[in-house]
């Protein structure tokens, strides 16, 4: 069936590192990827998304890059800051319209 | 522009009783999505409404659970009777469309079943 695997589970990074999470999808109809941020005790936000016709895509500190062929996904921080400590969740949407998310990343950014 | 509304926040109830949760979705939206939120797990869809209409269900337990969408707005989520294994965290996120476009996502109402 539809599956989201999403790697690491737990992350922590020191202030200014960059952070790297990847999630690889099964089904090949997804066409679209967004990742969502949850801070504790609130809803899931997205912050980037990327659709299957395009490889890379940035918005200031944060890029993601979509390889079809691998089925993979990745979610880079760049200069990472405190307030980028949160759970991290990557999803893929195939040709349901259903959403399945990852199993979450747990990034602490150490000041 | 309102976000997608979610009340309680907090419920505590004991096993076998019953339990009602409330979404209303950003003005506009078609789409409507419940989502259970185990604790250190992903969301995990019970149920997909485009307007008043189920679009998925599939992994909705309906010996228990209930849902239904009137009139294509306002949602109610429903748990009778609940178990220990339904505390979680009843996520509502509604998108103009289904598909590829973004979902918006209520703070969510965190059930406790002791």
């Known amino acids: 069936g539809e599956n989201v695997e999403q790697h690491p589970s737990t992350l922590s990074v020191q202030e200014g590192d960059s952070a790297v999470i990847k999630c690889t999808y099964s089904?090949?109809?997804?066409?679209?990827f967004p990742w969502y941020k949850q801070e504790l005790g609130k809803g899931p936000q997205l912050i980037i998304d990327i659709r299957s016709n395009v490889g890379e895509k940035k918005d200031q500190r944060i890029a993601v890059t979509l390889n079809k062929t691998a089925k993979h996904f990745s979610l880079h921080i760049t200069e990472t800051q405190p307030e980028d400590s949160a759970v991290y969740f990557c999803?893929?949407?195939?040709?349901?319209?259903?959403?399945?998310f990852g199993t979450g990343t747990r990034l602490k950014v150490l000041a | 522009e309102a976000g997608v509304a979610q009340s309680p926040r907090y419920k505590i109830i004991e096993k076998r009783q019953s339990v009602a949760f409330w979404c209303n979705p950003i003005?506009?939206?078609?789409?409507l999505y419940w989502y259970q939120q185990i604790l250190g797990q992903g969301p995990k869809l019970l149920i997909q409404?485009?307007?008043?209409?189920?679009?998925?269900d599939s992994q909705l337990p309906k010996d228990r659970f209930s849902a239904e969408r009137l009139k294509g707005v306002d949602s109610t989520l429903k748990i009778q009777p609940a178990k220990l294994e339904d505390s979680a965290v009843y996520l509502c996120a509604s998108s103009l469309d289904p598909g590829d476009t973004e979902a918006f996502f209520g703070q969510g109402t965190r059930l406790t079943v002791v």
């Open positions: 409404f485009q307007n008043n209409g189920v679009v998925d």
């Open positions: 999803a893929a949407i195939p040709g349901t319209y259903k959403y399945i």
């Open positions: 089904d090949s109809a997804s066409n679209y």
């Open positions: 003005s506009g939206h078609a789409t």
